[in-house]
């Protein structure tokens, strides 16, 4: 009775946060088909292109979801710009003269490709979906500041990395992240591949701030505010935690160091129509099934796996649902 006492005084603090759920009585299927219709439209004429789009539609966050997918739908990913604006940016952070001279080339550029070819990085997106959203009469901001990776801010703070945005909707602020939404940047081929996640529509803010963290932490749209150092020491999370809309809640760091014969707790927030049967912690490739499991309300309930570790050494802890790794966790036991 106590640990579902205290998962349930831990859960109150996370259910009155904006959310796509807000808006589960409306139906996005028409503005879906609408940017599906306006699929190639040419970047050229932004007022003629945001018309088509939401001329037909009567509600704001429906006018924002057609203009949301458009833009997640018909815009790569210009993962060589990405990578060589990261790059140039790393090499003139102590030198602002010259990285300011950077940025505002780099700007130009990168606005005549995406006009031109559709191809954009972070900053981009976020400045696309800004003002098509404006043009739409809707109050739609760029966000800028750290996306936690497998590859960057990892303990160590990197440069500011990411864009994305938030939407006013109903006097409520909401995030979302056009470019982690739109698709992925396959190494193998070369080429980027749209696949839209809808995960990153309107998320969930205690989830969004497990890989992005503002400059500007009014952003965080959490209700108590999250330092950076928890933002770099957490579990990572990955798309496909945005796709299933998976919460880690404990450990509340990646890292956690124990002693031999001790048991740690693993903690998640699923939703309530997540199937939990098909929920799986491995540990150094080894399945573990047996959970507790509490129903909190009809939007989301908890699963805890309670592990034992009887030896000594590193392990990799990863969550996952069906195939998909939602989560890692490391366990340093001496």
């Known amino acids: ?10 859960l109150l603090s996370f259910k009155h946060f904006s959310q796509v759920s807000d808006f589960e009585h409306i139906n996005f299927n028409k503005a879906d088909f609408i940017a599906k219709k306006n699929k190639g439209a040419t970047l050229k004429n932004l007022p003629v292109l945001v018309h ?10 429906e006018k924002f979801r057609a203009i949301y997918i458009w833009v997640c739908s018909n815009i790569s990913n210009d993962y060589a710009n990405h990578v060589l604006n ?15 001279t950077w940025n505002n080339q780099f700007r130009k550029k990168a606005l005549k490709k995406l006009i031109r070819q559709k191809k954009t990085i972070c900053t981009g997106y976020a400045y696309l979906l800004q003002e098509m ?22 303990e160590t703070l990197s440069i500011p990395n990411h864009s994305w945005n938030v939407i006013l909707l109903n006097n409520k602020w909401y995030l979302c992240d056009p470019t982690w939404a739109s698709g992925f940047f396959n190494l ?5 591949e749209h696949d839209y996640n809808d995960g990153y529509f309107l998320s969930e803010p205690n989830l969004f701030v497990k890989n992005h963290y503002p400059l500007n932490t009014e952003w965080l749209l959490t209700e108590q505010k999250i330092h950076i150092t928890d933002f770099l020491s957490g579990p990572l999370v990955y798309g496909d935690t945005f796709k299933h809309k998976i919460l880690p809640l404990a450990p509340f760091k990646m890292t956690t160091t124990i002693k031999k014969n001790k048991k740690v707790l693993f903690r998640f927030q699923i939703p ?11 540990i150094n490739g080894v399945s573990v099934k047996k959970h507790s499991y509490y129903a909190f309300n009809k939007d989301f ?13 590193v392990f990799d802890v990863y969550l996952k649902v069906n195939n998909d790794v939602v989560s890692t966790h490391v366990i340093k036991v001496k």
Not at 86 to 100: G, M, P, Q, T, V
């Open 1 to 10: 009775m106590n640990r579902l006492l205290l998962v349930l005084a831990l």
């Open 86 to 100: 990261l790059r140039k940016r790393e090499k003139f952070k102590s030198d602002s003269i010259a990285l300011n």
């Open 301 to 313: 309930s908890v699963v805890e796996f309670n592990s034992l570790f009887k030896r000594k050494g």
């Open 52 to 61: 088509q789009l939401t001329s037909e539609l009567t509600t704001d966050v």
């Open 272 to 282: 309530s129509k997540c199937e939990k049967e098909k929920l799986i912690l491995i």
């Open 188 to 192: 193998e081929t070369g080429r980027f």
């Open 133 to 154: 959203a404006s043009l739409a009469g809707l109050n739609c901001k760029m966000v800028h500041g750290y996306g936690r990776t497998t590859e960057s801010n990892i």
